[in-house]
């Protein structure tokens, strides 16, 4: 039976909404990011205990965190991480300064509340808990607050896996999009991370002629590149199906009554998964989310073309977010895209990261699972294909399990989706006290 020192407490979970709050008041939005504050923030803390710390730049104002707190290395270490910058915000288009960190109707609301620097203050309490009740870990626990996820990771997990592997070298790392609540109907589902896909970031390029707009030209650049856009954003690539979606779909429909769980298996079968989603599945927000799941992504989000009203340029640029299911390769999805535009367009990959998948039939990924439903009983874990990409991109290349585990328990009529990225991003106070304990009983859990 735990002691009351393994518990979390109520003055645990003010801490910890203090140090979020905080967290979101350091403006890092990426570019340029200026994560070296929100890293000199968490230094001052780690110092204050007595815990040495690294902070490391690759450029100025670039920071990355690393600290460690030793075992008796009986296990391997387990990595707790969090990306320190953040998407820009509409400030106009928000209900609250989106840097105040302000509580308000039992939420905290934010740039980052939820991607992710709820994550980084979690795992910063639970690692000063750890620090300050002295308890015996069996594996390192290794503490990284990185920069510049939200544009590549090339300053943040790239560098370090490049530069630094030795600081965060583990078997297993606690990462970002999982362990939130899914109902469905009267089930309670938790996704855990164990699969994300790759992203492939291009510039389309369409040429044509140019001249003055009194007298319209055909083969207009600009023109034909927007219908490329169109098609874009219109038009589902095909449909691919992977295991990590396939085990995901079977365990959501394990749970459900006939017939839905007929309908939710009908979303992995190619000739039928578009209509299910179109025409039958009640929930369009989700309906999209699942469709993300076998298809590739090709999303137009920037245009360049010339540069006077009254002149048709001869030119017109797009940039395009791609993203690429596991089992599929860039090559793949470039000739997906290509087919679907038509000829006459140059496309350059701007960067590309491949998908990733995670073993998770071990003991560790059963902790998580036992964890989320000890604190949520009738909660029903399932493995979850992530449908952007993360850190967990680069962690993997040393080897690290990578699991998405940032554990939030969400009002039904709040989806986790529609809280990343968007206008007025906030998290419940409920959820911090709820994730705050589930990350503590899997520390303890696997490091005692």
Same mark, same amino acid.
């Given at each position: 039976?735990?002691?009351?020192?393994?518990?979390?407490?109520?003055?645990?979970?003010?801490?910890?909404?203090?140090?979020?709050?905080?967290?979101?008041?350091?403006?890092?939005?990426?570019?340029p990011?200026?994560?070296?504050?929100?890293?000199?923030?968490?230094?001052?803390?780690?110092?204050?205990?007595?815990?040495?710390?690294?902070?490391?730049?690759?450029?100025?104002?670039?920071?990355?965190?690393?600290a460690?707190?030793?075992?008796?290395?009986?296990?391997?270490?387990?990595?707790l991480?969090?990306?320190?910058?953040?998407v820009?915000?509409?400030?106009?288009?928000?209900?609250?300064?989106?840097?105040?960190?302000?509580?308000?109707d039992?939420?905290?609301?934010?740039?980052?509340?939820?991607?992710?620097?709820?994550?980084?203050?979690?795992?910063?309490?639970?690692?000063?808990?750890?620090?300050?009740?002295?308890?015996?870990?069996k594996?390192?626990?290794?503490?990284?607050?990185?920069?510049?996820?939200?544009?590549?990771?090339?300053?943040?997990?790239?560098?370090?896996?490049?530069?630094?592997?030795?600081?965060?070298r583990?078997?297993?790392?606690?990462?970002?999009?999982g362990?939130?609540?899914?109902?469905?109907?009267?089930?309670?589902?938790?996704?855990?991370?164990?699969?994300?896909?790759?992203?492939?970031?291009?510039?389309?390029?369409?040429?044509?002629?140019?001249?003055?707009?009194?007298?319209?030209?055909?083969?207009?650049?600009?023109?034909?590149?927007?219908l490329?856009?169109?098609?874009?954003?219109?038009?589902?690539?095909?449909?691919?199906?992977?295991?990590p979606?396939?085990?995901?779909?079977?365990?959501l429909?394990?749970?459900?009554?006939?017939?839905?769980?007929?309908?939710?298996?009908?979303?992995?079968?190619?000739?039928?998964?578009?209509?299910?989603?179109?025409?039958?599945?009640?929930?369009?927000e989700?309906?999209?989310?699942?469709?993300?799941?076998?298809?590739n992504?090709?999303?137009?989000?920037?245009?360049?073309?010339?540069?006077? =009203?009254? %002149?048709?340029?001869?030119?017109?640029?797009?940039? #395009?977010?791609?993203? @690429?299911l596991? &089992?599929? *390769? /860039?090559?793949?999805?470039?000739?997906?895209?290509?087919?679907?535009?038509?000829?006459?367009?140059?496309?350059?990959?701007?960067?590309a990261?491949?998908?990733?998948?995670?073993?998770?039939?071990?003991?560790?990924?059963?902790?998580?699972?036992n964890?989320?439903?000890?604190?949520?009983?009738?909660?029903?874990?399932?493995?979850?294909?992530?449908?952007?990409?993360?850190?967990?991109?680069?962690?993997?290349?040393?080897?690290?399990?990578c699991?998405?585990?940032?554990?939030?328990?969400?009002?039904?009529?709040?989806?986790?989706?529609?809280?990343?990225?968007?206008?007025?991003?906030? =998290?419940? %106070?409920?959820?911090?006290?709820?994730?705050?304990r #589930?990350?503590?009983? @899997?520390?303890? &859990?696997? *490091? /005692?």
């Amino acid at each position: 039976m735990m002691n009351d020192g393994l518990k979390i407490t109520d003055q645990d979970i003010q801490e910890c909404i203090t140090h979020l709050q905080n967290l979101i008041r350091i403006n890092t939005t990426n570019p340029p990011g200026n994560e070296l504050e929100a890293c000199k923030y968490i230094a001052k803390i780690l110092k204050k205990e007595k815990i040495d710390y690294h902070i490391l730049e690759p450029v100025p104002e670039r920071g990355n965190l690393i600290a460690r707190l030793s075992g008796d290395g009986s296990e391997q270490p387990l990595l707790l991480t969090s990306h320190l910058d953040v998407v820009p915000a509409e400030t106009k288009k928000w209900m609250t300064d989106p840097f105040s960190g302000e509580e308000k109707d039992g939420f905290i609301w934010g740039r980052g509340a939820v991607d992710m620097k709820h994550m980084s203050a979690m795992e910063l309490c639970v690692f000063l808990k750890a620090h300050r009740e002295k308890i015996p870990l069996k594996r390192d626990l290794i503490l990284a607050a990185v920069a510049d996820e939200e544009t590549g990771c090339d300053y943040g997990s790239k560098w370090l896996v490049n530069h630094h592997s030795d600081l965060i070298r583990a078997e297993y790392a606690l990462n970002e999009v999982g362990a939130f609540s899914l109902p469905i109907d009267k089930k309670v589902f938790y996704p855990i991370g164990v699969a994300e896909k790759g992203s492939c970031w291009l510039r389309i390029i369409a040429t044509g002629k140019t001249g003055h707009t009194s007298l319209p030209q055909d083969e207009q650049a600009l023109a034909n590149l927007g219908l490329a856009a169109h098609k874009l954003a219109n038009t589902s690539l095909p449909f691919h199906s992977s295991k990590p979606a396939r085990k995901f779909i079977d365990c959501l429909a394990k749970h459900q009554p006939f017939p839905k769980n007929l309908i939710l298996k009908g979303i992995q079968k190619r000739f039928c998964s578009n209509f299910v989603l179109n025409k039958i599945f009640p929930d369009k927000e989700r309906a999209r989310n699942f469709h993300s799941m076998f298809h590739n992504l090709a999303t137009p989000t920037v245009f360049h073309s010339g540069s006077k =009203i009254n %002149v048709i340029a001869s030119k017109a640029e797009m940039l #395009v977010d791609g993203r @690429v299911l596991p &089992g599929q *390769s /860039t090559d793949e999805f470039i000739q997906e895209v290509k087919a679907l535009i038509g000829p006459g367009f140059q496309i350059e990959i701007l960067k590309a990261q491949e998908p990733i998948i995670t073993n998770y039939k071990n003991e560790f990924y059963k902790l998580l699972e036992n964890t989320l439903i000890k604190h949520d009983p009738g909660a029903i874990p399932v493995p979850f294909l992530i449908p952007g990409y993360t850190d967990a991109k680069h962690y993997s290349r040393l080897g690290i399990k990578c699991y998405g585990f940032t554990p939030m328990k969400l009002p039904p009529d709040i989806s986790f989706g529609s809280l990343f990225h968007g206008h007025d991003e906030r =998290i419940p %106070v409920a959820s911090i006290d709820f994730g705050l304990r #589930v990350l503590w009983d @899997v520390i303890v &859990g696997s *490091s /005692t």
